[in-house]
């Protein structure tokens, strides 16, 4: 109550000059809660640093962290990064993976949280206890990235999702709920028949997407589009590639630096 009391104070001061943003939804929401004048309200994205987090990764780290985690060179690896489960979508990612056809897929959670003996007992009850890896917080997470295959974070809120910059800058595909500024990062690729609602959300041709989008709290669409990506190593390929050149293009940390000046 002080923190939203405190913000009210801020934004609807009349020597407030401007706000900054790191999203549309953030601007939106604070055009509309605090009656601040859009004129005074700048988008600035989060950015990435590009020289920690890299394609490049893929080849330093691969072999060894899947030799960490006892998960084979040909085994599809989906990879979560975040705190909060619950809100990050955590329990419908483990839902997905029970529910996707490749019984060989295995995924892991870098991240700490409260919750996590609650869903390592839902992977349990799910029957895939075995091919999830609850690693904890990290201090280095570059490692993971670099195994990853697939990035996944079906979150049910979050206004930029950093997680999801490091992803696309390393080069992994991201599929992620289309929530908060998610659809200002990932780049949807056009939908192949899921429904009107994923016609809206993923726009962008094999040349441009960077990932898939889905709608919150949905395990199956979730799982149908991990195992697109996880079936078409090309595709797969080729929505990397357009994920670490975009993060190049708009999420440089340089760049977003020199935006605030």
Known sequence: RYTLAAEAAMFRHSDLPAAICKSELVKRDIAARFSVAVAKLHVIH??????Y????????????????LDVSAKV?????????FERKGLPTLLRALAAMRNREAHLVVVGRDKRQAAMQTLARELGIEARVRF?????????YYGAADVFALPTLYDPFPNAALEALACGIPVVATAVGGIPEQVKGLESTGWGSSAMRMNTYGPDEATGM???????????MEVERLLDDKSLRHRLGQNAAKDAQERFDLGRQVNNYL
């Open 135 to 143: 690693v904890g917080g990290q201090p280095d997470v570059r490692p």
């Open 213 to 223: 989008l889905t709608a919150p709290v949905d395990a199956e669409a979730i799982a």
């Open 46 to 51: 989060n950015g990435v640093d590009l020289d």
């Open 76 to 84: 599809p690896l989906i990879l979560f990064v975040g705190s909060g």
């Open 53 to 68: 987090f890299h394609p490049g990764l893929r080849n330093e780290f691969r072999d060894r962290t899947r030799d960490a």
